[in-house]
């Protein structure tokens, strides 16, 4: 049976990367939690999906830093808004998580305000401390390396003052961009290394001739990262393979071709609301209503993959390990 991950905690419930949801995640009995790390001025690696944060947190609401709005290009898109590596941790961690998708997800975002951000460390003590394992993403990379950061530097030298440098049995890291993972192995890190491929386009720090996501699934793809990784995470439509009634038809003929390389196979994301789920399982009432997730789940559970990222993780729990919840019914 996969690994259960809760994906930034339980963000089905509580707004992501806050402590409530890594800690509802754990209660669940999740495998492991992921964290996604950005940096900050200083150089602390905040816990954050992306280091843009005016959805995720209350900083627009914060007057003594409306001065720091601003616009910057991240891995070739414009955006705008509020920046993690403008604040310092100290100016950060005053900040309060909030609901990132509040539509679909209002009973999260009836906690937000209510939790501070987190710094990698503290996840990594928390994740310790209750006995999980963490899948840690590296965010953005190349964008941050053209700023002055190295991430390969803050990630390795974090996890060697944390105690987490050599956990092999604990310690899972992933990134979109290959370049940064190969500078953590040319470090010495000996914990799997993950390449996550999203379902179209190229790597944010693609170099003319490089792989495209899509190469990256072909036969000589595979082979060439089955040298450089131990595993990839696939976006679950890429697995899932629908057809065109938007049901699925997978899995996909790589997943066995990486099983045979020796790489693992992991999917992001399972979510249950008809909003995130193929056409095919989509029922009535709304984006933010549940559709019949179990049953495209299903093929992802009988692919036999090696681990899948959850938002709902009383639900993933349940449903790939056959397990009974504590969580409640699918509604709470």
Sequence with gaps: MPVVIGHRGAPGYLP????GSYLRAIEAGVDAVEPDVVPTRDG???VRHENEISATTDVSSRSEFAHRFTSKVVDGELLTGFFTEDFTWDELRTLRCRERIP???PASAAHDDTEPLLCLRDVLDLARERGVGVVLEVKHAASFARLGFDLAELVGAELRAAGWWDAE??????SFEPQVLARLR?????????QLIEAAGVPADHREGEPTYADMLRPAGLAALAEEV??????KRLVLAPDLRGRASGPARFVAAARELGLRVFTWTCRPENAFLLPAYRRPGGDAAFGDYRSEWAVLRDTGLDGVFVDHPDLGVEFFRGESSTEGSPNS
Excluded: N, T, Y
């Design 16 to 19: 992501e990367h806050s402590r």
């Design 44 to 46: 602390v690696l905040v």
């Design 103 to 105: 539509a679909l997800r």
């Design 169 to 174: 049995d604990a310690l899972v890291i992933e």
């Design 186 to 194: 040319e470090r010495g890190i000996r914990v799997p290394l993950v």
């Design 230 to 235: 131990d595993g990839i995470s696939p976006d």
